[in-house]
C-alpha cells in the first residue's frame, strides 16, 4: 500500500493549534492576525498589570502598547525556552520600573484649586467633588483604597513588583519566579515583607472600613 | 513541629497546608507574638489587596488593537538565516541592472571555485582496508612499547615479542599487558 511507503508524519493534535507558541510561529510568517491573537489573549492582563504598578489606566495603556511592540520587534528572540506569558509580563515589569524610576527623577508638580483652568479664557477653577452626601462607609473604603495605592507607590520596586503579580495578577511563585528570574525562595521572602508592611500601615484605616 | 518560616506562614495564608499542619502552625503562632502580629498584617493587606481589585477592574480601550496596528512596523524582523535567505532571494529574481547581474556572475564564479577545492577528488576508503577496533588498539599498544623501548636506558631487558597478530582471533590484549617488561 502506498501509505506503508512513508514514514508517520506526525501531526499536532487541535490544542497546539492557537498555542501561544504556536501563534508566534505564524506571527513570524507575517500572519498579523495571529498576532492580533496575541495581544487581545494578553493584552487585559498586560494592561492590568501596568495599571497596578503605576496606579495610572491611561499609562498602562501607553506601557502595554509599548509591551507589543518590543515583543513584535523582539519575537525571532524568542526562543520559546520559557512561556510566552512569561516572556511578556517580563518585557511589562521591565517597562514599567523604568516609567517608576523616570517618574522619581521628574519634580513634582503643585496646582492650585483657585487657578484658572484655562489661562487664556479664563474659564472655571479646579473643583473637587462635594461628597458629603455620600454614606460615611463608602468614604472610609475609598480612603483605604487610597492608603493601599499610596503605600505601594512608597514601596521598594521589587516588592510592589511580586505584591501586584501574587496578590492583584494571581500568579502562582513559581511563574513570578520565572518572570523576575529569581528563586522561589526570594519571591516568598519579599511577599511576605511587603505584605506585612501594607498589613501594618492598612491597619489605622482597616477597623472603620469593615 | 511546624517551623515559623516565611515559606510556611506563606503557604498557611494561601491554605496551602494540610490539617494537621495547619493545626501545628496555629499552635505555634500563638506561642509567637510577632509571627502572629505578622501573620495578621498580611492577611489584612491580602484582604485590601483583593478588594481593590474587584472593586477597581482594569478595561481595556476598544481601539487598543487598531492603536497598537498603526505603530507595529511592516513585518516582524526576521532572524540572520532568514534575512540572509530573503537577500538570496533578491538576488536570484531577474534583473537588467549591470553591476547586480555582474555581481551575480561573480557569486556563481566563486562558489564554484571554492566547492572545486573543497570538494575535489578524495581517495576512497575501501572496507577491505579499514581495520577494527581490536587492531586499532593492538597498533596503539605496540607503538607504546617501541616509544617506551627506545626512551629505556641501555641495558634494560628487551621487550618480549608481542604474543599473536592483529588478524588473529586468539589476539588477546590482556595478555600482552601482563606480559610488559618495564
Known amino acids: ?210 | 513541629m511546624m517551623k515559623l518560616n516565611e515559606s510556611n506562614i506563606l503557604d498557611y495564608l494561601d491554605d496551602r497546608l494540610c490539617k494537621k499542619d495547619c493545626a501545628d502552625m496555629e499552635e505555634a503562632l500563638e506561642r509567637s507574638e510577632d509571627k502572629s502580629s505578622d501573620v495578621d498584617d498580611a492577611r489584612l493587606a491580602m484582604q485590601a489587596l483583593h478588594a481593590l481589585v474587584s472593586v477597581e477592574p482594569v478595561v481595556v480601550s476598544e481601539d487598543f488593537w487598531p492603536r497598537l496596528r498603526e505603530k507595529l512596523p511592516a513585518q516582524p524582523p526576521r532572524n540572520a538565516m532568514a534575512q540572509v535567505g530573503s537577500t538570496l532571494a533578491g538576488w536570484l529574481w531577474p534583473t537588467t541592472s549591470k553591476w547586480a547581474i555582474s555581481a551575480r556572475v561573480a557569486a556563481v564564479v566563486a562558489v564554484l571555485a571554492m566547492a572545486s577545492l573543497w570538494f575535489g577528488p578524495q581517495r576512497t576508503v575501501t572496507p577491505s582496508s579499514a581495520i577494527s577496533a581490536s587492531e586499532k588498539a593492538f597498533i596503539s599498544r605496540s607503538m607504546q612499547r617501541h616509544v617506551d623501548y627506545v626512551n629505556s636506558p641501555p641495558g634494560v631487558n628487551s621487550l618480549p615479542l608481542p604474543v599473536g597478530d592483529a588478524g588473529s582471533a586468539d589476539h588477546n590484549t590482556e595478555q600482552l599487558d601482563d606480559g610488559y617488561m618495564p
Open chain 1, 1 to 210: 500500500m502506498l501509505t506503508m511507503a512513508y514514514p508517520e508524519v506526525y501531526e499536532p493534535g487541535e490544542e497546539e493549534f492557537d498555542s501561544d507558541a504556536w501563534l508566534v510561529g505564524r506571527a513570524l510568517e507575517h500572519d498579523i492576525a495571529a498576532f492580533e491573537q496575541l495581544v487581545e489573549r494578553y493584552q487585559g492582563k498586560i494592561v492590568g498589570y501596568a495599571a497596578r504598578m503605576l496606579n495610572d489606566n491611561e499609562e498602562a495603556e501607553d506601557v502595554a502598547q509599548e509591551v507589543f511592540i518590543k515583543a513584535y520587534r523582539s519575537l525571532n528572540n524568542f526562543r520559546g525556552d520559557s512561556a510566552f506569558s512569561t516572556w511578556i509580563y517580563r518585557i511589562t515589569t521591565n517597562l514599567c520600573i523604568d516609567k517608576m524610576r523616570k517618574r522619581k527623577r521628574r519634580p513634582q508638580q503643585a496646582y492650585s484649586l483657585d487657578e484658572p483652568v484655562d489661562k487664556d479664557e479664563d474659564k472655571g477653577s479646579r473643583e473637587i467633588s462635594d461628597e458629603s452626601g455620600e454614606p460615611n462607609m463608602n468614604i472610609e473604603k475609598e480612603e483605604l483604597r487610597q492608603q493601599v495605592r499610596l503605600v505601594m507607590a512608597e514601596m521598594p520596586e521589587k516588592m510592589r513588583t511580586v505584591l501586584v503579580l501574587c496578590d492583584m495578577q494571581g500568579l502562582p511563585y513559581e511563574h513570578i519566579a520565572k518572570i523576575l528570574k529569581c528563586p522561589i525562595g526570594t519571591v516568598k521572602s519579599r511577599l511576605f515583607h511587603a505584605r506585612a508592611d501594607l498589613g501594618r500601615r492598612l491597619r489605622p484605616y482597616m477597623s472603620g472600613a469593615q
